[in-house]
């Protein structure tokens, strides 16, 4: 085993803190990474807060991660010391139900091991995530960072990009579709970027004004002030697809009207009950589908890192000391980022643990 630094949250009240715990000893098919950048993203808040009723402490968050191999197990034959990797939002999975061999194992049928907050499918111990220094994985979750891609900037495509990326693909949305994105932030602007690199027409629902030369900056062709009636109307049965990124409750049934008959709206940011109710009017009376989606399979986030690496396709970020971690949540739970805290895991060197 080694010793490893981190922050780690201790109880949903209390703030994060310095924490020395022991990895495992590597398993055969196990890469250790030295890990250099961790992301920052919202479910790590709600994870350290216990917002979802499952926190098991002390738990350390961080699902966005990008490293440098140290060593590898005997087993391992894709990586050596030395690459530089990444590490996404799953760890380990049964590796063979059919949403596993169908090569998306973010839908284990067992439940796949997530990288802070589960139980380790072989000795039973809570796995602890990436606002640490060093991290083991096995081989077949471990990613290859593309040459030239720009390593900090990468971190939150292994949550933020995969997320926005896995529902574009599997609904076949392209060149020659009309798609609205809802909400602005880390999830959104990613929506943006990969929906613009695929060929679509991409049109972002906003609340706030301010967000409208955000959005255009971003690559979105159009914006809609979604507080304001008329422009709303404007838009009505309007797109072939919607991509709510919004993590918080809110109604449904204004953008359901802005879809087409057999338009399909896709939940990536929710996961509260739906409130206020849909209306099945929205649904019934144009054949209208509401879908929901979850980060992607390790193959599709590989294939996203080389699409990003291609076409220069970064999440726009501020660099974080993790010493300021707190203060980081605090601006993030106020939508203060644009669009995502990196930790430069360089900053943990010198923290007194």
Partial sequence: MSQAKSYAAFAADKPLAPFSFERRQPRADDV????????????????AQNDWGMSQYPVVPGHEIVGRVTSVGSQV??????DLVGVGCMVDSCRTCSACNDGVEQYCQEGSTMTYGSE???DGTITQG??????????????SMP?????????????????????????????????GVIGMGGLGHMAVKLAKALGVEVTVF???????EEARRNGADHVVVSSDPAQMEAVAESFDFMMDTVPVQHDLNPYLKALKYDGTHIL?????PIE????????VFKRRVVAGSLIGGIAETQELLTLCAEQNITCDIEMLDINNINEGFERMAKGDVRYRFVIDMATLKNTAV
């Fill in 32 to 47: 250790a990474i030295e890990i250099l950048y961790c992301g920052v993203c919202h479910s790590d808040l709600h994870f």
């Fill in 120 to 122: 380790d499918r072989q």
């Fill in 147 to 179: 040459d030239g891609i720009d390593l900090a900037s990468a971190a939150p495509i292994l949550c933020a990009g995969i997320t926005t990326y896995s529902p574009l693909k599997h609904f076949g949305i392209g060149k020659g579709h009309k798609l």
């Fill in 268 to 272: 990536v940011g929710l996961l509260e």
């Fill in 206 to 212: 906003t609340r706030s004004d301010a967000k409208v």
């Fill in 130 to 143: 990436g606002y640490s220094d060093s991290i083991v994985v096995s081989e077949h979750f471990v990613l």
């Fill in 276 to 283: 206020p109710p849909i209306e099945a009017f929205n649904l």
């Fill in 77 to 82: 034959s894709r990586f050596k010391a030395g």
